[in-house]
Structures are given as structure tokens and as C-alpha cells.
């Protein structure tokens, strides 16, 4: 019923950018805070920014801060994960997620999950 499906992975190049897209569907959309997550080979789960159900207040990790900028569309059920600079260590999976709850950077609060669009950032 409830699905959330991410769009704009591939391979890009150290030092370039890029944009990704999740789009929600069978939830109250703008009742969730929407967040990124992403996982590389071997490694855990990592939170990587989320944005409030009002648009507001995005908040970022460290290792991205200031190169990702996230944005949403409650009119269109969607969110936008912009991330600029990237880096080899920035390759993993890229998950979008929908959360109900404050704390953002727990992947546990989040109820939905999309399946994930790999991102591979060439040296």
C-alpha cells in the first residue's frame, strides 16, 4: 500500500553532483518527516539528512553538510536530494524513508522505506 520509490542513482565522478528523487504514495504525505539514509558495502545504515513534514528545519549529517541540500513537495508527494562535491566515500545505496517521530537520525523511527538507488562515485 504504502510505497516510497527513488529515482536518479548511477555513476558520477568525484568533485561532481547529483540528484535524487523519492516519491511517497498510500501515506498522509505531508504528516511525515522524510529522510535519506544510505548504506555502503559492509558498513551500517547511515543517516544522512531529513527534512520536516512542514518543509522546514532540514537537517544534515556531518559528512554532508554543506554539500546536500534537501527539499520537499507536498503537492507532489516528493523529495529532493541534491548533493554537490561528492566523493568516493559518498557511494553506497541511497534510501528515502518516512518518520513519525522527532528524533531523525534513528533509522528505527522510520515506518517506510523504499527499496533504494545505488550511487557510485568514481575516483
Known amino acids: 500500500q504504502v510505497r516510497l520509490v527513488e529515482s536518479g542513482g548511477g555513476l558520477v565522478q568525484a568533485g561532481g553532483s547529483l540528484r535524487l528523487s523519492c516519491a511517497a504514495s498510500?501515506?498522509?504525505?505531508?504528516?511525515?518527516?522524510m529522510g535519506w539514509f544510505r548504506q555502503a558495502p559492509g558498513k551500517e545504515r547511515e543517516f544522512v539528512g531529513a527534512?520536516?513534514?512542514?518543509?522546514?528545519?532540514?537537517f544534515y549529517a556531518d559528512s554532508v553538510r554543506g554539500r546536500l541540500t534537501i527539499s520537499r513537495d507536498n503537492a507532489k508527494n516528493t523529495v529532493d536530494f541534491q548533493m554537490n562535491s561528492l566523493k568516493p566515500e559518498d557511494t553506497a545505496i541511497y534510501y528515502c524513508?518516512?518518520?513519525?517521530?522527532?528524533?531523525?537520525?534513528?533509522?528505527?523511527?522510520?515506518?517506510?522505506w523504499g527499496q533504494g538507488t545505488q550511487v557510485t562515485v568514481s575516483s
Open positions: 524513508a518516512a518518520s513519525q517521530f522527532s528524533a531523525v537520525t534513528l533509522s528505527a523511527n522510520y515506518a517506510f
Open positions: 498510500g501515506l498522509t504525505f505531508s504528516s511525515y518527516t
Open positions: 527534512i520536516s513534514w512542514s518543509g522546514n528545519t532540514p
